[in-house]
């Protein structure tokens, strides 16, 4: 269903190899480097890098998004002319935050995914980011802080992410026994997930006046991570809400900064015309994400 | 205690621009740029790029593991001269890979983070990569697959992280009805963390002759996004098996593949001349690993 140079083109970027493309396509190495070389000619523009590993250019990525939306198409009208457990798994690809990965976004979308039997792939990006990664094709929708559509995108928002300043009783009791001070703070070991962590930061220099720097900090990028230093009572830091209910109310964990939750507003963003599996995922995302997260 | 000239060089590769580390520094930006300078005059070789962010020069990189050395060691200094409590915490920076991180590192180093006030900071990567970090000087200390010592460094064995493959009992049910098959396996959604997960890919070729694409993957960047798609029943995965003790013992998961479980031999790396506070971390890491993991 889609050309046999554009297929060629998407399995190099796929497996970012001329070899695998090759295995993949079940073609000879030199075949799959002619295909791309008959659509270079055609377009007039080169596509990838030959280097290890092979990379689109510029003008190879534009065309990204297109492949992906052509992939996707072909996938869906298997399924459609198969019959009924047939068919291969459709692969969606999805960019989210990892708070909402790991709290509400696969509950919103279980339900589409086993009854389409799809495959999800998800792409991880800080919240500020993930729409480039649909400007660049390697998704075909995703979680984002941006409230404005992209070109030829569509846009909806999901709601509020809060966070709360959590710690453990007696990590509050040791290092704020008056409470958040700047001193305090200077001195108490916050836990972040990475080195740049903006609400963090943020939190410290516009309440407290500490800059980056002035404040000790564990970096640890992982959620068990988090709740084990939390829990060992070694620092503080900011979580969903939705992700702490139980230790707020077992008092594992307990609000550090009463009145300093932190709002994120998120959207889904995804291409204007949607295949219609993509448009049932978009859906689950919306209503999953309007059950769980606050209204803007 | 470490020369000013190189201590603007430091600044400027953390803060990864010359105006971040002018106000880390509080020193004028001119001021930071001109200490560099003259390092770079005194050297013969160019440190840093002048782009956005700023990076280091491979000469720059070559510099960055003694840089953080003398860091370190400047920080224990003070310390040891300050009374107890006055000083600002040391920073140790570890290499580990996510599943390291998941489960026995912060249980095996918390004494030691908690008694001695020192900041984590860790860096995930993968665990075959890890030892590139220790290279570069992004880190002191890593966990690593790599069994032999680099130059100047020093290693040792943790012993064997034993991954299980596991699924919810009615997934098996509905995909395992007469256990793996080949053609089983070619229409059952695995759960991976990356797109480039060779523990799952190998399993798949070694035992089934089944090439990558040949087999439909959920990629799920995510612990709790793993947790969330296997109870939900939507696939199967490879997990450490110290992670999933209680799920097996429930019955929520079950070893989907009896007598296919894999074991990773692990190492933990350092630098030869290891601070004080260093070496303390490392013995802890070393001892941690030996309660938990199986002996290679």
């Given at each position: 269903?889609?050309?046999?140079?554009?297929?060629?083109?998407?399995?190099?970027?796929?497996?970012?190899?001329?070899?695998?493309?090759?295995?993949?396509?079940?073609?000879?190495?030199?075949?799959?480097?002619?295909?791309?070389?008959?659509?270079?000619?055609?377009?007039?523009?080169?596509?990838?890098?030959?280097?290890?590993?092979?990379?689109?250019?510029?003008?190879?990525?534009?065309?990204?998004?297109?492949?992906?939306?052509?992939?996707?198409?072909?996938?869906?009208?298997?399924?459609?002319?198969?019959?009924?457990?047939?068919?291969?798994?459709?692969?969606?690809?999805?960019?989210?935050?990892?708070?909402?990965?790991?709290?509400?976004?696969?509950?919103?979308?279980?339900?589409?995914?086993?009854?389409?039997?799809?495959?999800?792939?998800?792409?991880?990006?800080?919240?500020?980011?993930?729409?480039?990664?649909?400007?660049?094709?390697?998704?075909?929708?995703?979680?984002?802080?941006?409230?404005?559509?992209?070109?030829?995108?569509?846009?909806?928002?999901?709601?509020?992410?809060?966070?709360?300043?959590?710690?453990?009783?007696?990590?509050?009791?040791?290092?704020?026994?008056?409470?958040?001070?700047?001193?305090?703070?200077?001195?108490?070991?916050?836990?972040?997930?990475?080195?740049?962590?903006?609400?963090?930061?943020?939190?410290?220099?516009?309440?407290?006046?500490?800059?980056?720097?002035?404040?000790?900090?564990?970096?640890?990028?992982?959620?068990?991570g988090f709740w084990a230093m939390a829990a060992a009572g070694?620092?503080?830091?900011?979580?969903?809400?939705?992700?702490?209910?139980?230790?707020?109310?077992?008092?594992?964990?307990?609000?550090?900064?009463?009145?300093?939750?932190?709002?994120?507003?998120?959207?889904?963003?995804?291409?204007?015309?949607?295949?219609?599996?993509?448009?049932?995922?978009?859906?689950?995302?919306?209503?999953?994400?309007?059950?769980?997260?606050?209204?803007?």
């Amino acid at each position: 269903m889609i050309d046999a140079r554009y297929q060629a083109f998407d399995a190099v970027v796929q497996t970012r190899s001329f070899e695998a493309a090759a295995r993949r396509l079940n073609l000879t190495q030199s075949a799959v480097s002619q295909r791309i070389k008959l659509l270079e000619a055609e377009l007039g523009q080169v596509l990838l890098v030959r280097s290890k590993p092979v990379q689109p250019t510029p003008a190879g990525r534009r065309l990204l998004p297109y492949v992906a939306q052509l992939r996707l198409i072909e996938a869906e009208a298997a399924r459609a002319l198969a019959g009924d457990g047939a068919h291969a798994p459709v692969r969606l690809s999805v960019g989210v935050n990892a708070d909402t990965l790991a709290t509400w976004f696969l509950p919103a979308v279980r339900q589409v995914v086993k009854e389409e039997a799809v495959v999800l792939d998800c792409v991880v990006d800080d919240q500020d980011h993930t729409h480039a990664l649909l400007a660049g094709g390697d998704v075909l929708g995703c979680v984002s802080t941006r409230p404005d559509a992209m070109r030829g995108c569509a846009v909806r928002p999901l709601g509020v992410m809060r966070y709360l300043c959590v710690a453990s009783p007696d990590f509050c009791a040791r290092h704020f026994p008056r409470g958040l001070t700047r001193q305090a703070l200077a001195r108490a070991p916050g836990i972040v997930f990475g080195r740049h962590d903006d609400m963090h930061d943020l939190f410290l220099r516009q309440h407290f006046g500490l800059d980056a720097g002035q404040y000790p900090q564990h970096v640890v990028p992982s959620s068990e991570g988090f709740w084990a230093m939390a829990a060992a009572g070694l620092g503080y830091g900011f979580v969903p809400a939705i992700q702490i209910a139980a230790q707020l109310s077992d008092g594992t964990l307990v609000d550090a900064a009463p009145g300093h939750a932190e709002d994120i507003a998120l959207y889904w963003h995804h291409w204007q015309v949607q295949s219609p599996l993509m448009a049932k995922l978009s859906d689950a995302v919306a209503d999953g994400a309007r059950a769980v997260l606050a209204a803007a």
